[in-house]
């Protein structure tokens, strides 16, 4: 059920850009400059939007000397999926459509 699913990750990932970092950091951890690159995102811009992904628990940190490394957790996206794929399931089935709340 989608309320088992923590609002805060669907608000992270709804961005656009945040959408894009999760993208990137899917394939390969990235510090910021990395980030910066791939995305033309300013530094102060894109660390605005880590922020929210590290609170949302989407991505974690990994200190290396003065970088920050950024990864993707994906536990928290398949979370997010499962309980997506559960409600389409549940809109699906000859119940849902039969279903109608008298006014």
């Known amino acids: 059920?989608?309320?088992?699913?923590?609002?805060?990750?669907?608000?992270?990932?709804?961005?656009?850009?945040?959408?894009?970092?999760v993208a990137l950091l899917a394939r390969e951890?990235?510090?910021t400059t990395?980030?910066?690159?791939?995305?033309?995102?300013?530094q102060t811009n894109l660390s605005n939007h880590l922020r929210v992904l590290r609170e949302a628990g989407v991505v974690e940190t990994e200190p290396c000397g003065r970088?920050?490394?950024?990864?993707l957790?994906?536990?928290?996206?398949?979370?997010?999926?499962g309980?997506?794929?559960?409600l389409?399931?549940?809109a699906r089935s000859a119940?849902?459509?039969e279903n109608r709340r008298p006014c």
Not at 1 to 21: E, G, H, N, Q, T
Not at 73 to 81: A, D, G, V
Not at 83 to 86: I, K, Y
Request: contains cysteine; aromatic residues 6%; glycine residues 2%.
């Open 1 to 21: 059920m989608l309320m088992s699913v923590d609002a805060d990750v669907i608000k992270a990932v709804a961005d656009p850009l945040r959408l894009r970092i």
């Open 29 to 31: 951890t990235l510090c």
């Open 34 to 42: 990395h980030l910066m690159d791939e995305t033309g995102a300013r």
């Open 67 to 71: 970088y920050t490394y950024y990864r």
């Open 73 to 81: 957790r994906p536990e928290s996206l398949e979370s997010l999926s």
């Open 83 to 86: 309980a997506l794929a559960e």
């Open 88 to 90: 389409a399931r549940t």
């Open 95 to 97: 119940d849902a459509h």
